[in-house]
């Protein structure tokens, strides 16, 4: 019976150790070793919620060429929600007919060397014009590019999430979409009926900084257990 009492009482005081390691000294170390910030998108206002107006640049960007602001999914009222209340549309709102060329960027602090996925969602207006060409830059230098063919039945979608790898070269990385048209030397003759549309855009910090390895876990949930261990004879000690 007395070694009952004991194993109860021991089980008692691991539950105890591990529930005020919980409340401290764990999310004291998690959080050093992994700062939320490295978990953060690098991309200001990628969903375009920080902007509000259809004809001013959305908080963040750099427009190219053309100059509008952000779609209300209100005023689309076929287009399934991708993130948010806002969209942006790249030259079908502000200005019908956008040149070959036109889009928006936006300038990313980067370390050189560590890789970075890009992710966004991706449609079109769905008019009835030949296909049109989204382009995603890296400092100028294409990474892909989608071509959109027209569905006939503008703005119903749908959205295709996309991502993309790319190895920053510098401090600073400039993330750029633009639109092109399929016909060779066309300017803007085929470009305003099924412009590319975006929204959720996000940059991942580098790996390095992200989700933990499972064995960098490891080490955590054994760091964690040591701690609980000597927490746990330090009460005994003192009962």
Request: hydrophobic share 40%; proline share 7%; net charge negative.
């Amino acid at each position: 019976m007395q070694h009952c009492k004991q194993r109860s009482l021991a089980v008692t005081s691991i539950v105890a150790a591990y529930t005020a390691l919980a409340q401290s000294s764990v999310l004291a170390v998690i959080l050093v070793a992994f700062p939320l910030a490295s978990w953060a998108s690098l991309v200001t206002n990628g969903s375009f919620e920080a902007s509000s107006s259809t004809t001013t640049t959305p908080t963040g960007w750099t427009q190219i060429g053309l100059t509008q602001g952000v779609f209300p999914y209100s005023l689309a009222t076929g287009m399934p929600v991708y993130d948010g209340l806002n969209f942006y549309d790249l030259g079908g709102w502000a200005n019908p007919q956008p040149n070959s060329g036109d889009g928006i960027q936006q300038t990313v602090p980067t370390t050189s060397g560590l890789l970075y996925t890009l992710s966004f969602g991706l449609s079109s207006e769905g008019g009835s014009d030949p296909p049109e060409i989204l382009n995603v830059l890296i400092n100028g230098s294409v990474l892909n590019s989608y071509t959109l063919v027209a569905s006939g039945d503008p703005f119903t979608g749908p959205w295709v999430p996309e991502a993309l790898n790319f190895t920053a070269s510098s401090s600073s990385t400039v993330v750029a979409f633009t639109v092109t048209s399929s016909v060779a030397g066309s300017g803007n003759t085929w470009l305003g009926n099924n412009d590319p549309l975006l929204d959720g855009i996000t940059l991942n910090a580098p790996s390095s900084g992200g989700a933990p390895e499972p064995a960098t876990w490891g080490f955590v949930a054994a760091g964690i257990a040591t701690m609980a261990v000597r927490k746990m004879r330090a009460r005994r000690h003192s009962e």
